[in-house]
């Protein structure tokens, strides 16, 4: 009998479920090596220092360069993006945010560059461009680079030496120790004889780590809590890390996952991601948005700054 | 010297009123701290804007439900800054440029001469110093305010039982009297009128106080004054009743250096202090003051001094020719005034005979029962206080044996409290009115002033008080007058007091208009003052400080007095 179930995100965030409708998409994977493939507990000890790593993004105007003529007028975009980490000190009790490097890019498409002069106090924008013209692929472009500044802090704080949980999947897969934190479920990484292991997880338990050769990733789902009225995927996630790391220390990461991800799951009424937006990460976002400063200030500097091209 | 703490908020206006200030990670401030701010005003210059600390803050920014204060405090795992403000009110912009200071502006704490700046000490010809702020640094008012020169008067309110009115007026009074560095002329000759209406605790100013103790010593001398107890007293309280001939006065716990005062029916006639038999607000309603009045001025004309008893008087008519001066020998069976129930019944044999009819130059055309309800207070006086008034050598108050006179009054009921008062508030003011001089300067200090100048009804005492109230401060009587609610005090008294300071309030009462000079975070506070911190109000400071006074190192109850060596010692 299917069983309806609401999901406690907010509707405009989506779901924590998306997947696609072809499972052929999906890459072959082959499970690790630790033994029988059933739902597994561990009580890891807590590293002194976790850093999460996040971004945010935001359109601050939206740009048209018009060559007149014949010519169509060339979609653009000028946005900001934040990208931060919070250091959790879990012995001490104590949070704080690391660096915020926070960038701003002009993106035209047609591959057209356009110069902005810095548009006020400490505002510079950095173009880019995009080869097609439609306004996804600008957001795209826009989007990557955040994506880039992403992964380019999670890597400066591994190498650091600090213990890293990205959010969302990681993209330069050295050998340091670093977990990718994916929330939203877009394809189902199990095949069908595995897949069963799901429903039968406990809140704090894991999967067995599972290999996934193509993409050069070790990977594993993990349950968050248990909760009332949920259904078979309820406050399921997955971590990953590169192949690089060796069994050893993915294991060793999915234990720490395992013990620290779901002392982090946050309530539905603080967040509208709930449970799988993590706490850490969900201040340190409203930190970011913050720094992105004041949306109607920025575009008026813009709007300023593009009137100096024009003359 | 002055040292940053902090910046002036950036995310909400600031105001030539108030400002709030971003408190550094390493730095504090505290309620009543002071802190100037520099702006460079395009086209002015720079502008200072001082202010003092009127509430402080802490939050945490990045916290928007309660319960995330566990996940920061507790569990660590969100991330939030701990953010410190102060909520300042300005007290001082100088040059006189009413802007807002900047956001982000540096705002430091204002120590030494910019702490003086902030409390327009250097704009105060005598600054005196009236205590202690919360930076231990003393607090001035400016005596030009007090003195009479451009204000007078000093208004006092608080809850009783913490002792805290008499304290600081008896501080106020040794500052005053112990810094004539300061005071200047204006301490020449200065005179202290003090009434003891409770307990005997103003019968030991001249003891020094065992208690005393080494901090209160560092606080006095930080005031400038050396601490130990009022030089130059003199004690006064009225005769115990039925003690025979012996004059002997009616104290329980002291009676040496104690003198018994009283005055004499000549004294009584001369000085009009009938009116002040008459003060209970419910003698106003019927006509016995029109009789009063008109018997007091026949007295007056009528009394001749009697020959070989000083102070004693009989009454004869005017029309028979005899002189002020003159001194009769009484006749056979001629009634001889040598108390106030001699008194009475001379009085009554003119308005209210036993028989014929009375008097009309004594009693006017009024109704036979008014005269008859005169007679009986006149009477009833003559039981509750008649120990005040008998023939005999003179024993009036001096007020000029010594800086500080104290009249205890406490054995006395309220009628005798309030005509030892009403007698002496006249016969101070009378004097100063008659030389016209603000100099030398007469203090008085009166406690429940709400029983004297009650806001409702009429009395002798409140006419009085009222008329010192706006014309005493350029006759030099100045009033200290101390209330536990200035609600019930009648509004020409408290007006007219520049000086307004208060202790511990009623939290009902904190409300009440009369305390409309308080900020309001200072109104919430008034509940909660400790005895010894009082909020100063003065017209050359827009805003009310809080300061503290420190232990008196006089005695105010005979368990506290220092004797000289234990006096069992070696028993």
């Known amino acids: ?55 945010v993004r935001r359109p601050d105007a939206r740009l048209t360069v018009d060559e007149g003529g014949s010519a169509l007028p060339i979609p653009g975009v000028a946005g900001s993006y934040a990208v931060g980490a919070v250091r959790w000190y879990p012995e001490e009790c104590r949070s704080e945010f690391d660096e915020i490097r926070i960038e701003r890019v002009v993106v035209c498409g047609e591959g057209a560059k356009v110069e902005l002069p810095p548009v006020g106090p400490g505002l510079v924008y950095t173009s880019m461009s995009s080869p097609e013209r439609s306004v996804q692929s600008l957001v795209q472009t826009f989007h990557g680079a955040m994506r880039v500044a992403e992964d380019d802090l999670a890597e400066d704080l591994a190498r650091a030496g600090y213990l890293v949980f990205a959010d969302g999947p990681i993209n330069t897969l050295s050998a340091l120790r670093k977990v990718g934190y994916i929330k939203t479920h877009r394809v189902s990484y199990l095949p069908p004889e595995l897949i069963g292991i799901i ?22 789902y993990l349950r968050l809590g248990d909760f009332a009225d949920g259904h078979s995927w309820s406050g399921v996630v997955r971590c990953e890390v590169a192949h690089a790391v060796g069994d050893e220390m993915t294991i060793e990461l999915a234990n720490i996952s395992t013990t620290v991800l779901p002392m982090l799951g946050s309530e539905p009424f603080r967040d509208p991601r709930a449970p799988q937006n993590l706490v850490p990460i969900a201040g340190l976002e409203r930190e970011l948005r913050r720094r992105l400063g004041a949306a109607p200030l920025i575009h008026r500097f813009v709007t300023e700054a593009v009137q100096q091209v024009a003359v | 010297m002055s040292d940053a703490v902090g910046r002036v908020v950036a995310h909400r206006h600031s105001t030539t009123q108030e400002f709030r200030v971003v408190i550094d990670d390493d730095q504090y401030l505290q309620l009543d701290d002071l802190v100037v701010v520099r702006t460079l005003v395009p086209k002015a210059g720079e502008v200072q804007t001082y202010g003092i600390v009127t509430e402080v803050e802490a939050t945490y920014e990045g916290a928007t439900f309660e319960s995330d204060t566990r996940l920061i405090a507790e569990k660590g795992i969100l991330p939030a800054a701990k953010v410190r403000s102060a909520e300042v009110a300005v007290t001082r912009v100088d040059p006189e440029l009413w802007v807002a ?19 327009y000490a250097d704009t105060m010809g005598r600054a005196l ?5 919360r930076d231990g640094e003393p607090v001035y008012v400016d005596l030009d305010f007090f003195d009479g020169r451009t204000g007078g008067h000093m208004s006092i309110s608080g809850i009783s039982g913490v002792a805290t009115k008499t304290s600081f007026a008896l501080f106020f009074l040794r500052m005053l009297t112990g810094r004539p560095d300061i005071v200047q002329e204006a301490a020449n000759n200065l005179r202290v009128l003090v009434f003891n209406v409770k307990g005997e605790d103003l019968l030991y100013l001249d003891q020094p106080n065992k208690f005393f103790t080494p901090e209160a010593e560092q606080a006095w001398r930080s005031l400038g004054v050396a601490p130990g107890p009022f030089p130059s007293v003199s004690l006064w309280a009225p005769p115990r009743a039925n003690s025979g001939d012996a004059v002997v006065p009616d ?31 419910t003698d106003n309603r019927n006509q016995i003051p029109f009789v009063e009045e008109r018997v007091r001025s026949q007295l007056q004309r009528f009394a001749v001094d009697v020959a070989g008893e000083p102070g004693a008087v009989v009454l004869r008519d005017p029309a028979e020719g005899h002189r002020r001066g003159d001194s009769v020998t009484p006749g056979k069976g001629e009634r001889v005034i040598r108390d106030l129930g001699s008194l009475a019944e001379a009085v009554a044999e003119f308005i209210d005979p036993d028989e014929g009819e009375p008097d009309q130059r004594w009693s006017g055309r009024v109704q036979p029962g008014t005269v008859s309800a005169f007679t009986r207070r006149l009477y009833a006086a003559e039981s509750r206080l008649g120990r005040l008034v008998a023939a005999g050598e003179s024993r009036r108050i001096d007020r000029s044996v010594a800086q500080v006179t104290v009249v205890a009054i406490q054995s006395l009921p309220d009628l005798g409290q309030r005509f030892v008062v009403g007698a002496l508030l006249a016969e101070t003011f009378g004097e100063k009115e008659r030389s016209g001089q603000r100099l030398p300067l007469s203090v008085i200090v009166l406690d429940e002033l709400n029983k004297y100048a009650p806001r409702e009804g009429q009395s002798p005492i409140k006419d009085m008080l009222i008329d010192i109230a706006q014309r005493g401060r350029s006759l030099g009587v100045l009033l200290v007058g101390a209330q536990q609610t200035a609600s019930r005090v009648a509004q020409e008294v408290l007006e007219n007091a520049a000086l307004r ?3 511990r309030l009623d939290a009902a009462e904190a409300e009440r208009a009369e305390y409309g000079w308080m900020l309001p975070s200072t109104r919430a506070r008034a509940r909660l003052l400790k005895p010894g911190t009082m909020v100063l109000s003065q017209p050359s400071i827009p805003v009310p400080l809080v300061l503290e006074f420190p232990f008196p190192p006089w005695a105010t109850r005979k368990e506290e007095v220092a004797t000289e060596g234990d006096p069992f010692e070696g028993l």
């Open chain 2, 101 to 119: 200071p900047d956001p982000g502006g540096v705002v430091e704490r204002a120590t030494g001469t910019e702490r003086l700046r902030a409390l």
């Open chain 1, 199 to 220: 429903p039968e997880l406990g809140g704090g338990q894991r999967t067995p780590f599972f290999r996934i050769p193509d993409y050069k990733r070790n990977s594993w």
């Open chain 2, 251 to 281: 104290t329980g716990g002291r009676s040496e250096g104690v003198d018994a005062f009283r005055w004499t029916p000549r004294e009584f006639i001369d000085e009009g202090l009938l009116q002040f038999l008459f003060t209970d607000a």
């Open chain 2, 501 to 503: 300071v208060s202790g």
């Open chain 1, 1 to 55: 009998m299917p069983r309806l179930v609401v999901e406690p995100w907010s509707a405009e965030y989506g779901g924590p479920l998306d997947f696609e409708t072809d499972p052929d998409e999906a890459p072959a994977v082959v499970p690790g090596s630790e033994g029988p493939w059933e739902p597994m507990a561990s009580e890891a000890s807590l590293p002194s220092v976790i850093a999460f790593v996040d971004g």
């Open chain 2, 129 to 133: 110093p009236v205590g202690i702020a």
